[in-house]
């Protein structure tokens, strides 16, 4: 898909995806840019090919910085590591609400240590109380991606990118353009 489905299908503002793309900001990489057209071109802006999945993970990336979440490059990490984490653990659409949580860690000299998990709420916690020590723990955000996927697929549908009883989660897309 083109650059205008994918602000659609995240519902990024045109300019903040302009910002993210020409900054290297946004949580996947951009393959096809033409280097026939200058990037800042009409052309140049339109040259992309995205999925399905890359509109999942920068609705998950608007979803982490939303209303004073995190900041953009903790957000564009746990955004850029969700979909491979969740289509690791969940090739097909889960029983119940599964989320992203990003684990960031007290500062370590210029460093920010973080941790991605994913699973569902209670798995989450556990998993969290397993592999952290919990007074180096600084902050825990969560993002329901099951919800995410749900936002993300019917505007795929308008799209003809996908049908409307397509069973998978926006997380396995990756090769729907």
């Not at 990489?29 to 992309?48: M, Q």
């Not at 097909?92 to 709420?121: H, M, S, Y």
């Amino acid at each position: 898909m083109k650059r205008r489905a994918i602000i659609y299908l995240a519902d990024c503002e045109e300019k903040r995806f302009d910002n993210y793309l020409y900054n290297d900001r946004l949580p996947f990489f951009v393959t096809s840019l033409s280097e026939l057209h200058d990037p800042e071109s009409e052309k140049g802006k339109k040259r992309a090919d995205y999925s399905v999945c890359n509109a999942f993970e920068l609705r998950m990336m608007l979803e982490f910085t939303s209303d004073g979440g995190i900041d953009v490059e903790s957000a564009r990490h746990a955004a850029e590591n969700a979909a491979f984490k969740l289509a690791y653990a969940f090739q097909d659409q889960p029983d119940t609400d599964v989320f992203v949580a990003l684990v960031q860690f007290r500062k370590f000299e210029d460093l920010t240590p973080r941790a991605i998990f994913v699973g569902t709420f209670a798995d989450i916690a556990a998993q969290i109380a397993e592999k952290t020590d919990a007074p180096e723990v600084q902050r825990v955000v969560m993002v329901n991606a099951s919800e995410v996927s749900r936002f993300v697929l019917p505007r795929a549908v308008e799209f003809d990118l996908i049908n409307e009883y397509d069973p998978r989660p926006a997380w396995v897309m990756d090769g729907i353009y």
